[in-house]
């Protein structure tokens, strides 16, 4: 009884602590614009699929050339490593984003600068396009895992993270093709000044990032389910820490006693949420 009294308590404490959007709306703006810049190269790869088509291009170069996508369904394997190796001193996703943006940023102005000759018509040359966008979907799918590690600890209300990626990805595709294909068609922009406005937007709020953001511990509600804290609390010691504890984490911490107590292997990489007890929940089923 005095479990499920703990558990209540910290279901309804986790909810009171969520319900305030106001709190996280800063958060969510930066999170939202920053899944914006992701969707930028996904959709500059939407709309060279459709110029290789108007270019006269087979279906077997175009299915070459999407093979550049693959790194996102393939981000799972370097996961981890974005997740647990960090410089402390310069911010544990920063020190991510600042190198990656900014390779995004060079990889989409190199990219600008040869566009024209490896889509001239009659003379594609698929390979050097398909590396290149390998590379940049790489990067954002590198991106991508800093970003969804960093709204966890972030957010008071992690909810809002899976709203933040489909909304700001979203926007990203959406201005990368549509909008570009609006402006192109009334000639108001040509492919390779589109990128290098794609380049700039990287650069510039990167070095605002880098400068302007700092980065914050995990809210009061949430605690590594490898931390001492939470071992001790479910083991009859301290009840202060599992009442911060969400629910999440709770599951995850069960399930890997039911498998040998693997909950500590996470201990190294520090005592704030992050992805990797998402990855460990995943890989534990």
Not at 205 to 218: M, Y
Request: charged residues 15%; hydrophobic residues 45%.
């Amino acid at each position: 009884k005095e479990s499920l009294t703990t558990s209540r308590r910290i279901n309804l404490q986790s909810t009171q602590k969520k319900t305030n959007i106001r709190d996280d709306l800063p958060s969510i703006f930066l999170l939202t614009g920053l899944y914006i810049l992701q969707g930028l190269p996904i959709g500059i790869a939407v709309s060279l699929v459709v110029i290789l088509k108007e270019k006269q291009a087979s279906f077997s170069q175009i299915s070459t050339f999407m093979l550049c996508s693959w790194p996102f369904s393939l981000k799972i394997l370097w996961a981890p490593i974005v997740d647990s190796v960090y410089d402390r001193r310069f911010g544990r996703r920063k020190t991510w984003l600042v190198p990656v943006q900014l390779s995004l940023g060079m990889g989409l102005y190199t990219c600008a600068t040869h566009i024209e000759e490896w889509l001239k018509e009659g003379d594609l040359q698929i390979g050097p396009l398909t590396a290149l966008m390998f590379v940049n979907y790489f990067l954002a799918a590198t991106q991508d895992i800093a970003v969804d590690g960093w709204a966890l600890t972030m957010l008071k209300n992690t909810g809002w993270a899976s709203t933040c990626n489909s909304v700001g990805q979203s926007i990203g595709v959406l201005v990368a093709s549509t909008l570009y294909f609006f402006m192109a068609s009334n000639q108001l922009i040509t492919l390779p000044a589109f990128l290098q406005c794609c380049a700039a937007i990287f650069v510039v709020v990167t070095l605002v990032l880098a400068v302007s953001v700092r980065e914050t511990g995990p809210p009061p509600c949430v605690i590594s389910v490898a931390s001492p804290e939470f071992e001790s609390a479910e083991s009859g010691g301290s009840k202060k820490s599992p009442i911060n504890a969400t629910v999440t984490e709770r599951k995850v911490a069960n399930a890997h006693r039911a498998n040998g107590g693997a909950a500590k292997a996470a201990a190294p990489y520090g005592d704030d949420a992050s992805a990797w007890s998402v990855y460990q929940q995943m890989l534990l089923g």
